[in-house]
């Protein structure tokens, strides 16, 4: 690991970024993401950032307690944030690590590499689908609504393209019962992978031996008492970096991975562009450790705003409100 970076100044600055239209997250229905970016600056006028999003609906602190928590870091002094001692939210201690280790913003997110994502009812998801010209691998989002209908979504897309496959995400919303509904009336074949069917990783395990399926770890890889353990049922690890939280905490999981040759996916929280560039550079360098793919589809769903382009970040920086500064 590189030194960390010496700042000398740092701004915190807050982003408001509305979404196109609303979007449910766990139940919480959001208009817009609120976020924080921490800016630090070295002698030289160099800078560093890192960003401070709690994703509503899944992270545990709310984005005024990590505000509070990094501004009584802050006030602590500057050269002192590498040596601070407290245990730190998920979300303050990502932009931490992002900031001091001085993760760059020049990574490029090829399509190649990034799985889309689609939202909305089921046609638009269709319309979505064939508008991409039916590409071979798509997530979707489950236990949104009814299981019938999350069957029948499924069953179009698949008819659409034989050879499609699908990775599902349920967040830990179905029961037991309605997902192995779900499983005993769909294709299992074009199913790549489903991450946390239900709440129970026991459940989850059994389902997945059950219908021959592959399983997805996402939620469960969140808690800071998980410690791994093998299952052939278990085919990939869903790193959210600003759930999960340190940098450490991520590659003890790529070393999971690459041990038991899991597929990762390093995907979003629904960052601003500056989250989604750092995301995409750890990718680039986890993918010489793991199979790696981005989960970084998000940005098509904010309105043209402030930290929506890659190329304007330097002039939208200047136009966010500045919670704190150092003197």
């Known amino acids: 690991m590189s030194a960390l970076f010496q700042a000398t100044q740092a701004r915190l600055l807050r982003y408001q970024i509305p979404f196109s239209c609303p979007l449910s997250f766990n139940g919480q229905r959001l208009t817009e993401r609120e976020g924080l970016i921490l800016q630090l600056q070295d002698k030289n006028g160099r800078c560093s950032f890192g960003e401070i999003a709690p994703l509503p609906g899944f992270s545990n602190e709310t984005l005024a307690q990590a505000s509070a928590q990094i501004i009584t870091l802050l006030k602590q002094g500057i050269t002192a944030l590498n040596q601070h001692s407290e ?23 090829s399509n190649r590499d990034i799985i889309p994502l689609l939202q909305g009812d089921n046609s638009q998801i269709i319309s979505a ?21 999350d069957i029948l979504l499924f069953t179009q897309l698949t008819c659409l393209n034989p050879l499609l496959a699908i990775r599902l995400d349920a967040n830990q919303a179905w029961t037991r019962d309605q997902a192995s509904q779900f499983f005993s009336r769909v294709n299992t074949r074009q199913l790549d992978y489903i991450e946390e069917p239900t709440p129970s990783l026991s459940d989850n395990l059994h389902l997945a031996q059950r219908y021959r399926i592959g399983l997805a770890l996402d939620e469960t890889l969140q808690r800071p008492d998980f410690c791994y353990q093998k299952s052939k049922q278990i085919k990939a690890l869903i790193l959210k970096p600003m759930l999960i939280g340190s940098l450490s905490r991520v590659q003890h999981f790529i070393n999971i991975a690459r041990e038991q040759q899991l597929l990762v996916s390093i995907s979003s929280s629904f960052e601003s562009v500056i989250g989604l560039l750092q ?23 904010f309105q043209p705003a402030l930290l929506t382009d890659k190329n304007r970040i330097e002039q939208d920086l200047q136009l966010l409100e500045c919670l704190w500064r150092s003197h």
Not at 90 to 101: G, H, T
Not at 129 to 147: D, E, F, G, H, T
Not at 279 to 300: F, H, M, N
């Open 129 to 149: 689908y064939l508008s991409l010209n039916k590409p071979l691998l798509i997530k979707l989002k489950v236990a949104r609504q009814s299981v019938q209908q």
């Open 279 to 301: 995301l995409a550079c750890l990718a680039q360098r986890y993918k010489k450790e793991a199979a790696v793919s981005l989960g970084l589809d998000t940005l098509k769903y």
């Open 87 to 109: 245990l730190l939210y998920p979300s303050v201690q990502f932009a931490l690590d992002n900031a001091l280790q001085q993760t760059p913003l020049t990574a490029k997110m």
